[in-house]
């Protein structure tokens, strides 16, 4: 297949995952590509992160936990790449209908959209139940310790979930998989995965993970660089434009290369505060964030995937055309 129809065949397999993903949502969790990732992190986890506390800059104890983390997540990354090539490779001997529609049913379980705005929806659901209810449920998406937080806390983290996975749920994937099929995708979806689960320093599950996770988190930091910065110029788009100097001033107050990104583009386009606390404050002149936002972002995050779709959709008309 040359390159033309290749790249006419990847749009339209994106466009047709969106659309399985609005319909069906996600893949019972037995059958999940995802799941089955963080299994195998899980259990070569146990391996890679030290049983003892090592501190931040003492390499001579860490050295150990890092080379293990490197490897482990270089195993993995190849074996996950390697399957997909080799699926992708079938489908592209089958006719190009039937190829597509596979294509997008083993795209679509690589990225969560419905899912991710069922799940900041129902943060906002329940915290209109109650406080309680609402860090309860804010728990189930952030790793941070949510039981002291208040209810506009606990809203600024569910934006900051909805802004930040969007890049990592969404955007991130389908630029690989543009850029580089099914392996792309599942690439990038592995080393998210890997970072959520080894990426952050201290204790977890008994293990330390200050120097295991090191890798992991470098990888995803550097494959997340240009898809973060794509996503916040969707949101800058979906909201009818952002100053690129007040936005790029922003993102920079938090420690993430990357995720700054698209939640100072949201803040900014919301014209409200976010922040964690005790670590950074985005647009800290806006006034904290109300109920009438949470429905705010949710518009303005389903215009910018919609955007990228119109986007895909005139390549694969300019393609076709082309072909």
Request: no cysteine; aromatic share 6%; net charge positive.
């Given at each position: 297949m040359d390159a033309g129809p290749w790249w006419l065949m990847v749009t339209a397999a994106a466009l047709l995952a969106l659309a399985v993903d609005r319909v069906l949502g996600e893949p019972p969790a037995r059958l999940h590509p995802v799941v089955a990732m963080g299994h195998f992190l899980a259990w070569s986890g146990r391996w890679v992160a030290a049983d003892k506390a090592i501190a931040p800059g003492d390499w001579h104890q860490g050295r150990g936990a890092f080379a293990r983390g490197a490897l482990a997540w270089t195993l993995g990354a190849l074996l996950v790449s390697a399957l997909y090539a080799a699926l992708q490779s079938l489908l592209l001997a089958l006719s190009p209908w039937l190829a597509l529609a596979l294509l997008a049913l083993l795209l679509k379980p690589l990225f969560a959209w419905r899912m991710l705005q069922t799940e900041v929806q129902a943060v906002e659901t329940a915290l209109q139940q109650s406080l309680a209810a609402g860090r309860e449920r804010l728990s189930w998406l952030v790793s941070r310790d949510v039981t002291q937080l208040s209810a506009e806390q606990v809203r600024e983290s569910a934006l900051e979930t909805l802004a930040e996975n969007l890049n990592d749920s969404v955007i991130a994937p389908l630029f690989w998989f543009a850029l580089l099929g099914l392996p792309g995708a599942a690439l990038y979806r592995f080393a998210n995965t890997a970072d959520a689960m080894w990426g952050y320093p201290g204790w977890r599950n008994g293990r330390h993970w200050q120097w295991g996770g090191k890798w992991a988190a470098r990888a995803d930091d550097l494959l997340s660089w240009i898809p973060a910065r794509i996503t916040a110029a969707l949101i800058a788009l979906a909201a009818g434009?952002?100053?690129?100097?007040?936005?790029?001033?922003?993102?920079?107050?938090?420690?993430?290369?990357?995720?700054?990104?698209?939640?100072?583009?949201?803040?900014?386009?919301?014209?409200?505060?976010?922040?964690?606390?005790?670590?950074?404050?985005?647009?800290?002149?806006?006034?904290?964030?109300?109920?009438?936002?949470?429905?705010?972002?949710?518009r303005l995050t389903r215009r910018a995937v919609h955007l990228l779709g119109g986007l895909a959709a005139l390549a694969a008309i300019h393609g076709y055309a082309n072909a």
């Open positions: 434009g952002l100053s690129p100097v007040r936005l790029w001033r922003e993102s920079r107050r938090t420690p993430s290369p990357n995720g700054g990104w698209p939640m100072a583009a949201l803040a900014l386009a919301l014209d409200v505060r976010l922040g964690k606390p005790g670590s950074y404050v985005l647009h800290a002149a806006g006034p904290a964030p109300e109920a009438r936002h949470t429905a705010q972002a949710l």
